[in-house]
């Protein structure tokens, strides 16, 4: 499957192949491409701007799947995580979450496009249920982004949900699965923070502190996002402490672009007086014959959305 992240100003892809039997998964296919300048074109123009990247981008790889993996973006999802009564059967749980739903949200069932997931006992004859609610338009934009790339959109996830996977890929080489992970995601137009504990999102968070092309063209532009991008961190972490305050964090990572960007995991780590690590949810993978293996590595950080979203076609 294809896992493609579209940024405004970037598309990222993976092609990963794996399912029973294989040790892990192999990455068949990568691609990142700029897009043109998107904001003055009117919706239909940019939507025929990205399809035409993406169809150019997954074409030059080598990319062999048609089925795609994309999400909306955290920001666009309102979710929560609801007890229901252990023992329900699909269609039951579906009913009872239709009904949750309406009670909390604000608009109309039928401009929400709604899901949910069990995601086990909490140990007092109950079930955890993930509850997970997007405007219906938002889920038809990227639907329509891949086919009219001649793609097939297998699946639409959330930025969050597709990040924790990934995390659980960069840190299989790490001990404690559960641990309770705070994840930076440094982008061109955010600078956001995911809360995990083992693969469960437990908070989000996201700030409009991003970077230009101008930090890698001058120095004092890079210099003042290396002081804003650690300074908002620290600010965001302080913010956790304040919703959760008897959370207690056991590592950081940091994905996206922005995390290459010369001397930000240092100053990062100054910043927060604490150690982080760059994501790669790569290192336990094999490499097929067309991946390009500099530009994964280059890349990994950043392609950590993108990957999250091709396992979603993994076999577990």
């Given amino acids: 499957m294809l ?22 998964p ?57 007890p229901f009564e252990e023992g329900l059967s699909e269609e039951a749980l579906e009913l009872r979450v239709t009904l949750e739903a309406e009670h909390h949200l604000s608009t109309s069932l039928d401009a929400v496009a709604l899901d949910f997931e069990r995601l086990g006992p909490r140990g ?14 938002v889920v038809a934009e990227q639907r329509a982004l891949a086919e009219a790339a001649g793609l097939e959109p297998a699946v639409v996830d959330v930025e969050g949900y597709a990040l924790g996977r990934a995390l659980g890929a960069a ?23 995911f809360v995990y504990r083992g693969a469960r999102l437990l908070y989000a968070r996201s700030d409009a502190v991003g970077y230009g092309e101008e930090v890698m063209l001058s120095e004092a ?7 804003a991008a650690p300074a908002q961190a620290e600010r965001a972490l302080t913010s956790l402490y304040g919703a959760h ?28 007086a604490r150690p982080c690590w760059l994501t790669d949810p790569f290192l336990g993978m094999a490499l097929g014959p067309c991946a390009d293996a500099s530009l ?14 091709a396992l979603r076609g993994c076999a577990p």
Avoid at 221 to 227: D, G, I, P, V, W
Avoid at 296 to 309: D, I, K, N, R
Wanted: overall charge neutral; proline content about 4%.
């Fill in 296 to 309: 994964l590595a280059a890349q990994a950080p950043a392609l950590m959305v993108a990957c999250g979203l």
């Fill in 26 to 82: 192999v990455v068949t296919a990568v691609g990142v491409e700029r897009l043109p300048p998107l904001a003055t074109l009117a919706p239909e123009a940019q939507l025929a701007a990205q399809a035409e990247a993406l169809r150019r981008c997954v074409l030059s790889s080598g990319a062999k799947a048609r089925r795609v993996a994309l999400a909306v973006p955290q920001t666009a999802v309102l979710s929560a995580i609801v």
């Fill in 124 to 137: 007092d004859g109950r079930d955890d249920v993930l509850l997970v609610a997007c405007r219906k338009e």
């Fill in 171 to 193: 840190r299989s080489q790490r001990a404690k699965e559960e641990r309770v992970t705070a994840l930076f995601l440094l982008g061109a137009g955010a600078l956001q923070l």
């Fill in 221 to 227: 532009a890079l210099a003042a996002y290396l002081e």
């Fill in 245 to 272: 305050p008897t959370l207690v964090l056991e590592d950081v990572a940091v994905a996206g672009a922005g995390a290459a960007l010369p001397g930000l995991m240092a100053a990062l780590e100054g910043r927060l």
């Fill in 3 to 24: 896992g493609v992240e579209l940024t405004g100003t970037e598309l990222r892809f993976i092609e990963l192949q794996g399912g029973a039997g294989a040790a892990a």
